[in-house]
C-alpha cells in the first residue's frame, strides 16, 4: 500500500480533511522527500465517526507503542495529535494546526 491509499481512504469514507505538512508540498510539486501523511481534520461528531471507521482500513494504530492501541473516539475529539502507523505508512491525524 501507499501513501496515496490512505487519502483514498479518507476520501472513501467522506471524511472532512485537508493534506498538510511535507506531503501537501510534494502534492504541489515540491521537490522535497516525505515518508509521511499529516492530515488537519474537521472536528465534528459526524466526521469524527466516519475518521474512526476509515482509519481501520488500513490497521491505524498509534506509532512507537507496542501495545498496537487503536484511536478511539475520544482521541479524535480532542484538540492534540494522534501519530498513527498503518500498512500504508505513517500518518499524523491533527485536530488543529497553528501557524508560526
Do not use: W
Given at each position: ?50 475518521l ?31 501519530l ?17
Amino acid at each position: 500500500m501507499a501513501i496515496a491509499s490512505i487519502i483514498e481512504t479518507l476520501v472513501a469514507h467522506d471524511v472532512e480533511f485537508i493534506v498538510v505538512g511535507g506531503m501537501a508540498a510534494v502534492l504541489q510539486g515540491a521537490p522535497v522527500h516525505t515518508i509521511d501523511l499529516d492530515i488537519v481534520y474537521a472536528l465534528s461528531e459526524s466526521n469524527i465517526v466516519r475518521l474512526e471507521r476509515a482509519l481501520t482500513e488500513p490497521g491505524a494504530v498509534f506509532r512507537d507503542d507496542p501495545r498496537r492501541i487503536v484511536s478511539s473516539h475520544s482521541h479524535l475529539q480532542s484538540r492534540g495529535h494522534t501519530l498513527h502507523q498503518t500498512t500504508a505508512g505513517p500518518l499524523d491525524a491533527l485536530a488543529t494546526i497553528e501557524a508560526n
